[in-house]
């Protein structure tokens, strides 16, 4: 008897301590309201928003990455009064869906897909609220009309563009480049012509002009879908670009398929790839964190990936500096021409789950100049820019992401955002991803793989 | 008492933990004391001690398992029936075709292949002096993570460029016994469909030490007797392991074969550590389910996977389960 009932206890207490750490769990983090800026005259335009709470929901879930946004709010708090409760979660993309259905939608969520806001707006009718004026009025002020397109949905304005990152880099070590005399080229002939003068300069060995790699776990093939997207706006045009991605030109058109073979004249040629890995196959099995380490050795010259890749320096050569005088730098991908510029990119986007006066005023609020500059301020290690035209690029301390600054708002810039964020999921994270591996992998060919990504298209 | 359900603050937290193990404490204590009650009718401790597994059960299996099948007959939004259309998808599209292909390739290698191995190791360390030794050996896989065997196996498959001088070393086992022995070496993973014999190499290996335990234990059943028996009517070698051994430990062979064939059908760590998420046409069906559902958003297509997967898997547990039954009333 006594033998279970010592049992019995232990039972309890190892269920309560199962509860005890779920508890410990659920937190959330609030912003004190103590610091911020001096000067509220900018913010009369939100009202007296006293004792009012907004709730935010976002991706960003780490400490260290929430910070800077949670102290960014703190001018708007201070001067209108408002309380902003932020939340992270790992999950959101898999959250979101849920909560708004289950109808406890948070006030503003930061969606990092356009394809996610339409599916939000056309599945949960209602739900989503249009932004307001203030709000809608600031993004015709301060952004390029591209990124209130990606913000809307039939035509219909809902959310507002927050960050933004650029996409259409290649990396490159300045030093290396100095040493054998080449320079940064400015059109695509050019850059095809140092392709081969790199092939020229190292006969005979297994230093190679470029160096790629593909492979993110479920995620295989992305790396490939950008230099798709970045071809397709270099070949076609941004027009072309809008049609394929809304699917008025099918995914096997010529069109498509010639870009993608323009891709193809680097990507699966053995002369240009893949230094420091191998031929063209191994493409498909070199992690792309780690497809850019062979610069740093001299077995490759050039890496096309995305701005956030500076980070990624620092994990193959704890040493190696990156900006123009760096070990490491990048130039934007050229285009055909010298005075076309387009700009493969992405960002967030803050969609509004309520029409409540503060959140709409919150709303406005993150399009506003006034936001820019305190999430700039609030991220003193850099990694984070808009493309709010009056954000002051002195405030970016980042190299990489002052040149990104510079390329979007350059006057010539056309920007697209990322082809297979807009594509519905089943292609843009499915049979995209699949078929660029297979194209890689298996030695596809061009149409066959438009053939079958264009089959694979959900029907309306 | 707001803070009592949103709680904010360190110590509001602490107030919501002590008070939360109070109340499991109160509600366990209650429980303890009643089931004791001898004058209590039967049916109250019954409930009170299934009831929690019965709910557990009903909302965390049955209730999402009835929500699949539904699932599978609608499109995915879960709004509109779409009939068998899903289906007709899985069966009729190419890519799928592949999957299928695969999933029939593992599931009719890896339990045959394994528990062969298992049997035949089995027999032949059998009462040798390095018995333990050797058991331990093949055992070893099975306490690795599936994930840690794929990622030695990943090694052992591992390729490196020759180069154009072609005097880069081979850092994968496999790639470099192929170099002394005059070949070239080969990029395993990517010339389908030998890559899914690789992957399935990788499941035997981890299975096989499973079968073998198992068996050896079936083996060290058989009373001496019949050894003794057969071996005096003239039984030798492969004729008293095909006569005597195997047929002593049918039940056991059956009982390996359908668990193996259960866990490889729910394989899916090997396929997505080692092929990039099931890509190079190595996909199997647990591995597809999960792209469609969650990386696709295709639940439909994901939900009618897991049925099919689950229309799969009952016929061999049936059997498994009337397997055992027999082998235990034999004893």
Known sequence: ?460 | MMWLLKPETLPEKLAVMVVAILLFAVVMGLVLAVVDRPRLPKWVPVAGYLGPALLLITFGLLWPGMLTIRNSFYDHTGNTFVGWDNFAVIFTDEAFLIVIRNTLLWVALVPTLATALGLVYAVLVDRTRVEKFAKTLIFLPMAISMVGASIIWKFVYEYRDPGVRGDLPQIGLLNQIVVWMGGEPQQWLLIPPANTFMLIIVMIWIQAGFAMTVLSAAIKAIPDETIEAAKVDGAMGLRLFFFITVPSVRPAIIVVLTTIAMGTLKAFDIVYTMAAGGNFDTSIIANEFYTQSFNQNQQNIGAALAVLLFVMVVPIVVYNVRQMRISEGER
């Not at chain 1, 008025?248 to 240009?272: C, E, H, Q, R, S």
Request: aromatic share 12%; proline share 6%; charged share 20%.
């Open chain 1, 1 to 460: 008897m006594s033998h279970a009932r010592v049992t019995r206890v232990l039972v309890a207490a190892a269920s309560a301590t199962a509860l005890l750490a779920m508890a410990a769990c659920s937190s959330t983090a609030t912003p004190s309201t103590s610091t911020a800026a001096g000067d509220c005259a900018a913010y009369t335009q939100y009202g007296d928003l006293t004792g009012k709470t907004v709730s935010l929901f976002t991706s960003i879930a780490s400490d260290s990455e929430a910070k800077p946004h949670i102290d960014s709010y703190k001018p708007f708090e201070k001067c209108t009064g408002a309380t902003i409760k932020y939340e992270g979660s790992r999950d959101f993309e898999a959250q979101l869906p849920v909560r708004v259905k289950a109808g406890n939608a948070p006030d503003l969520a930061y969606i990092p897909q356009p394809g996610l806001l339409a599916t939000l707006v056309t599945e949960n009718p209602g739900k989503v609220f249009p932004a307001g004026d203030l709000a809608s009025k600031n993004v015709d002020t301060y952004y390029q009309a591209a990124w209130k397109g990606y913000g809307s949905v039939d035509g219909k304005f809902y959310a507002v563009p927050v960050g933004a990152n650029v996409k259409s880099f290649v990396w490159y070590s300045p030093k290396a480049f100095s040493d054998k005399g080449y320079t940064v080229p400015a059109t695509w002939d050019e850059l095809m012509a140092l392709s081969d003068k790199i092939v020229a300069d190292n006969p005979n060995s297994d230093v190679k002009p470029w160096c790629a790699g593909i492979e993110s776990g479920g995620a295989t093939g992305w790396p490939a879908t950008d230099w798709i997207e970045d071809l397709m706006l270099r070949v076609n045009g941004a027009d072309v670009y809008d049609q394929w991605v809304n699917h008025t030109v099918p995914f096997n058109d010529p069109k498509v398929v010639a870009a993608i073979d323009k891709a193809g004249t680097i990507l699966k040629d053995p002369k240009y790839v893949n230094g420091g890995f191998g031929g063209v196959k191994t493409i498909a099995t070199t992690p792309f964190a780690e497809a850019g380490a062979p610069i740093l050795d001299g077995n490759c010259f050039m890496h096309r990936q995305a701005s956030f890749y500076q980070a990624n320096w620092a994990t193959f050569d704890k040493k190696a500096t990156v900006g123009p005088d760096g070990d490491i730098w990048a130039f934007y991908l050229p285009s055909m021409t010298a005075d076309s510029k387009p700009v493969l990119g992405g960002g967030e986007f803050a969609a509004a789950f309520s029409d409540r006066p503060e959140v709409q005023a919150f709303q406005a609020y993150l399009a506003s100049p006034e936001w820019s500059n305190a999430k700039a301020d609030a991220t003193p290690n850099g990694g984070w820019l808009s493309a709010n035209n009056k954000l002051d690029v002195n405030k970016l301390t980042m190299p990489v992401d002052k040149l990104s600054y510079q390329i979007l708002s350059d006057e010539k810039a056309v920007f697209r955002f990322d082809g297979s964020d807009l594509m519905p999921s089943k292609v843009g994270a499915g049979s995209f991803w699949k078929e660029m591996t297979n194209w890689i992998a298996l030695d596809k060919s061009s149409q066959d793989v438009a053939d079958a990504i264009e089959k694979s298209w959900p029907a309306k």
